[in-house]
Every structure is written in C-alpha cells, then in structure tokens.
C-alpha cells in the first residue's frame, strides 16, 4: 500500500522558516521524482518544487526561488521541503508526490501518488 506522510506543519511568523517532512512507503522511492505542491483556501492547487531521483536536480515555482530548498535522503524515503523567509501568500496546504519521470512537472496529472497534506500557517 501507497502511503506518503507529511509532517512538520504548523504555525510561524512573517519572516521565520519551517521545515516539512514526508515519509514514502509501499513504492520504490529513489526510482521516483518527488514533489511538493500547495493549495491555498479558495485557490487550486500549485507546483512548488520537485527533485530528481539522485537529488542533483531541483526545480521551483517562481514564487518560492532562492527561499524554499528541497531535499531527499533515499536511505529514509524521505523528502524535506526547507521553507525560509516566510509570507502570509505561504499560507498553504503542503502536499507532498511522487512522479514515474513524467512532464510537466507542474502539472497535477503527472503525478502519481499524492499524500493527505499539512497546514502552513504564516502570520503577520
């Protein structure tokens, strides 16, 4: 059985970091890209950023660019999304996927597995 585990959500202020979790089972994790995408209240869902099965490759948004780092360790089946110099428009949902290789990464059917998410709240 599938199963990708967010944690590490939560509450911090305009200017502070965070750093999410998520945990893959029940597929060959260091075969697959992984990802991490968000929703806001009231906003579909958007590609934050995805690094490639070595980890030597990475890809951002836009809007997340030199403040979020994304990293994997293939011995945990983990993947981190290091979010740094917070905003308000930060405030999200925090999904974390895994991709077979397909293009576009952005887009939400090239991906395969999805996990249940965690609240990031920033404040101001």
């Known amino acids: 059985q599938v199963q990708l585990a967010e944690s590490g959500g939560g509450l911090v202020r305009v200017g502070g970091s965070l750093r999410v979790s998520c945990i893959a089972s029940?597929?060959?994790?260091?075969?697959?890209?992984m990802g991490w995408f968000r929703q806001a209240p009231g906003q579909e869902r958007e590609f934050v950023a995805a690094?490639?099965?070595?980890?030597?490759?990475?890809f951002y948004a836009d809007p997340v660019k030199g403040r979020f780092t994304i990293s994997r360790d293939n011995g945990k089946n983990t993947v981190y999304l290091q979010m740094d110099s917070l905003k308000p428009d930060d405030t999200a949902v925090y999904y974390c996927?895994?991709?077979?290789?397909?293009?576009?990464?952005?887009?939400?059917?090239?991906?395969?597995?999805w996990g249940q998410g965690t609240q990031v709240t920033v404040s101001s």
């Open positions: 029940g597929f060959t994790f260091s075969t697959h890209v």
């Open positions: 690094i490639t099965v070595g980890g030597g490759g990475t």
């Open positions: 996927a895994a991709n077979r290789g397909v293009r576009p990464l952005a887009q939400e059917t090239s991906w395969v597995y």
